[in-house]
């Protein structure tokens, strides 16, 4: 079993408890060794809750202030004990542990131990969070990564898997372990895996053009439970053989799905489908092309009567097209450092990207259409 203190103050969501009910149970140690009596404060917004454990050890909070945060804490012989900082549920109630350290006993693990052969598996805390955008989803990948022996451990072969095919601009994000490395789609972690738990986090994007977006993916690890979050946007949609059960839910004033299943085997893909992804109705585009293809023919009539000038007027509308593209993708680059760091809502951001997409579709018609060689300087879309 890994050590409890690994898993002390991390807020686990649960729907076996009443909406808005927060359990914090405390032990010394070990999960066997329960403290009761014990008084633990809730501090929700800028008030604060004391409650006594039962004979269970545990402090049980109602009816907690939906979308507050909230921060559990305890001192047992004069060891502060606080759990992370969450927002309080609107729907279903939130169970963690508060762990003391027991004195009389040596240390549960030995991470300075030499490593061993072993396995690790994909804990329950891991997801896959989607996020859909203008023809694009957001892909997280947030790996619990739990070694559950008392040394460090080397799985036989390298922890490691490729992203989809499809995905683009993949990252590791920050607070993942230094273990991780990406190479291209390739990510890996490098053992041994020190005892308890090891966090990566990884985050592409998938084009969605038509609306819609297919992940098969495959972890070397066993998945102890798979989930996954959509963040739920008009008709979004999930499915996946892998989902047994999903479930809206409303969080900071959006809508999400939530889905859940069993054990997942290394190896084994996972299958997700996701509909409704925002995107733009196609017909404009190809009304913009027969227009481009419509100006590409007046134009061959025109140059069997005036060559030279044709020829010189199109070159000159190209190189104005041209110009005009390189403005369009440096402002739709732009845009996109802006919502990345915050600088811009996502109403705002969505309403100038489509304009900037729809502008760009009609001058790549032009350009697709139009006659002569493109200038040398071809800016951003070089």
Known sequence: MPDPKQMSGIPRPVTDLPDR???????????????T???????VGSKTITV??????????????PAETVKASTDVNGEHIESQEFP???????RLMLVATDTSKGPATEPSAPAISGQVVIGNESRIVMQPTEEAIDVYYLLDIANNARVPVNPPTMFAFDLPGGAVSPTIMEGSSPLATLQKKRLAIAGPFPPGHTFVQVAYELPAA??????????????????????????????????SNQREMPAEGDMYIAGGGGAVAAGQPVQLNVAGIPHHNSVPRWIALALAVAILCAGAWAATT??????????????RLVAKRDKLLNELVRLEQERRQGKVDDRRFA?????LVAALEQVY??????????????????
Do not use: H, W, Y
């Not at 009910?21 to 403290?35: F, K, W």
């Not at 006594?52 to 202030?65: H, L, P, Q």
């Not at 005036?306 to 190189?319: F, H, M, P, Y």
């Not at 697709?368 to 879309?381: I, N, Q, T």
């Open 210 to 243: 038509d609306g819609t977006a297919s992940i098969s993916q495959a972890f070397p690890a066993n998945i102890e439970q798979f989930g996954v979050v959509v963040k739920k946007v008009g008709d979004t949609t999930i499915t996946s053989p892998q989902i």
């Open 52 to 65: 006594k454990t039962d004979e269970n050890g545990r402090a049980e909070f109602t009816d907690v202030t």
């Open 88 to 94: 309080a549920p609107e729907r279903g109630g939130i």
């Open 306 to 319: 005036q060559e030279d000038t044709a020829s010189g007027a199109v070159a000159a509308e190209r190189k």
């Open 365 to 382: 018609g032009a350009l697709d259409g139009g006659a002569g060689p493109e200038p040398a300087d071809r800016g951003l879309a070089a």
């Open 21 to 35: 009910a927060i359990s914090v149970r405390v032990i010394r140690g070990s999960l066997s060794n329960n403290i």
């Open 351 to 355: 309403a100038r990207r489509e304009d």
């Open 37 to 43: 009596g014990q008084p633990v404060q809730l501090r």
